[in-house]
Nanobody
Framework: QVQLVESGGGLVQAGGSLRLSCAVS????????MGWYRQAPGKQRELVAT???????NYEDSVKGRFTISRDNAKRTVYLQMNSLKPEDTAVYFC????????????WGQGTQVTVSS
């Protein structure tokens, strides 16, 4: 059973930075693609960034150039470095394993809250 534990969120001023971490267990991490998602109040969860097992990345348009997804296979952890944060980035951030067709594989964790003040 896949287990996902997100951490690293917090309160930051606009223009600031945060680094989120997601520890993954219950799956052979180095073989799977991962994604970071976020859900703002009253909105649907949306995909923010993805990284394949080979390290190829992709980003939602609004975060391109500001966010960087990376992975450490030895630590079974995926990261999201968020720079130049904006109030509209405020959301609960989640990670999950992605199947080959883009579906999520694991149950959602509790996520980590990111709040950006203006």
């Amino acid at each position: 059973q896949v287990q996902l534990v997100e951490s690293g969120g917090g309160l930051v001023q606009a223009g600031g930075s945060l680094r989120l971490s997601c520890a993954v267990s219950g799956i052979i991490f180095r073989f799977v693609a991962m994604g970071w998602y976020r859900q703002a109040p009253g909105k649907q969860r949306e995909l923010v960034a993805t990284i394949t097992s080979g390290g190829s990345t992709n980003y939602e348009d609004s975060v391109k150039g500001r966010f960087t997804i990376s992975r450490d296979n030895a630590k079974r952890t995926v990261y999201l470095q968020m720079n130049s944060l904006k109030p509209e980035d405020t959301a609960v951030y989640f990670c999950n394993v992605r199947s080959s067709n883009g579906d999520v594989v694991g149950s959602w964790g509790q996520g980590t809250q990111v709040t950006v003040s203006s």
